[in-house]
Structure formats: C-alpha cells, structure tokens
C-alpha cells in the first residue's frame, strides 16, 4: 500500500531517530519550552536551511516563542518525529500530512499557496530532453527504461503517478520497468538530467525549486505527463499545544507577507525564496482529496491481487472514505 508501507531498514532508521521503537511519547507538557520545525531536507539540508531559516527567525520574534529547525530525509522520519513528540509542528506534503494526521496526534494549521496565488501543484513525469521517450513509449512497458518513483509517501512523487498514470492501465512499476528506484525529487532530477534515469516522477513547485537554484540540471529535462491539481502541503501542528500558542502560531503563518512597508517587503522575498505567496487557514478537509486516491489507490492494489477478501475490504474502506467525504461541511480553505 502506497501510503504506509515502509522497508524494515528504514523503520529502524526512524525508531533510531526517535530513541526507541516503543509506544509513542506520552503527551507531556502543552506548552513546551521549545518548538521544533519538521522540514524536509532530503539530500540538500542547506539549501532547506537557507530558505526556512529567515521564515523560523520571523516565527520566533513576532510570538516570543523559540523555535528550532528539525531536518530528516524522508517523510516516514518527519511522521515518526511528529508520533514521538519530536517535533510539535512541521511542513508536510499533502499524503504525509494525511498518515500524520492519523497516527501522530497533528492536525491541520494551514496550508500553502504557491506563487502563483493558487492552492495546489502538479505531478509530473520527466525524460531527458532529447531522448525522444514518451508518455505512450512509458505506457508500453517491456522492461526497456530506468525508473525514478519518490519517496513512498509523496504525494506527487509516489501517490499521483500510481493513481493517475499507472493503476488506470492495471500496470505495476516494478514489473514495468527494467529498474526502480525510490529517491527524492532533486536526486531523481539530477538522475534524469545526467541521463542515469531515463524516466522519473516530480513536481512542477520541485522543478521550480531547482529553476531558482540550478538552472542548468532542470533544463536538461522535459515534462511528458502533468497530474491533475494536487493539494499543496501543509502546516502541520501536534493537537495538545497549548491553544495560546496555536493561537499565535496561526496568526503569524495566515498573516505572514501580508504587513505593509519594510515588513511586508521583507517577508514576501522570504515567500519568494520558498516559491509561496502565503499561508492559508485550513482544516482536516483540505486532505480529503488524498484521502479518496489513497483509498482508491488501495482497492486498485487489492482488486489486480486477485484476493476477494482483500479487494472487500478495501472497497469497504472506499465507500466509507468516500461517505465521509460527501458527508461533512467544507471550510471555505478546502477548495
């Protein structure tokens, strides 16, 4: 299952991370003395550091609270974190948001609207320009190409080309391609780009990302697929916090860039570096998209397995996701 399935190794990575694979952290103090900031770094924590850093130093003089940037490389160790009460808030992509949701005590503080002034990206899949390989050349399978997936918690590395590209064609990835490999979206990118892959899945904020910093590796690449909209991440916080500091923490993310003069000027050129125009108030149904493609995603799996009992009880968790969804009022952030 895409959205939770993990290898042992990188289990005893995050139970490494978190000083323990017993039961999580019992929820002490509300208002700790601390708070750390979950960010993905995956393999370039200073390029991460560079672009969160001024946001953070914002974060902790405008509330008074202290605040502390906390790196990982990969989502299941930033899910882990949140579980184990490692890190109090965090930037998440859509799906971890969804699985920290579920099983590390956060919920949704806000979500991000890109620089575009929308509230979702794309997935995308990528081939070296040149090469002459095609979104049909891709679907025709034959073990003929080198394939980068992305972490299997991403949203529009992993997710989104699964839900979209290959499970409406009953095509598994590993029997596809002559190789798969699961990494980040920047070393897929720089994989494509060199010519190691010859296909890969990313995302158009990833390669907006990698425009700013490198332009030479991403114009060696060209798009053959693009996803349909796909919720943006998420600023996620654990549920106990005080509501004080809940309180402060969404009045600095919802208000963040929008302070008239020297303020104002300064904090947009902090959302510019980040490829963001601001931060929105959200809730848990901000996630529902991703709930109904992991659902559905799940009954794919269970229906080509070919195991009745499986396939019912995935489309039981599928008409249940799906009744939930129709079911509940949506905030005005949920579009």
Known sequence: MIAFVRSTMVALAACALVGGCGKPAPQHASNPEVLNFSILSAEDQQSMSNVWGPMLDDLQKQT???????????????????RFNQVQMGWFSALPSLEAVNRSNAEVLGRIVSGDGTVTYESVLIVRKGSGITLDDVLKCGKRYDFGIGDPKSTSGTLAPNYYVFAPKGIEPSECFKTVRSASHQANLGAVANGVLDVATNNTEGLLFAERENPAIPAKVQVIWTSPPLPESAILVRKELDPS???RLLKFFSTYGTATGAEGEHERAVLKKLTYAGIRPAGDDYLDPIRLMVASDDLSRAKRSGNAAATAA???AFDATKALVASRPKSPAAS
Do not use: D
Not at 72 to 81: C, D, G, K, R
């Open 64 to 82: 008074g609270l202290k605040v502390k940037p906390f790196f990982a490389s990969n989502y299941t160790a930033l899910i882990e974190a949140m």
């Open 245 to 247: 500091i809940k309180a």
């Open 314 to 316: 995935a489309q039981k």
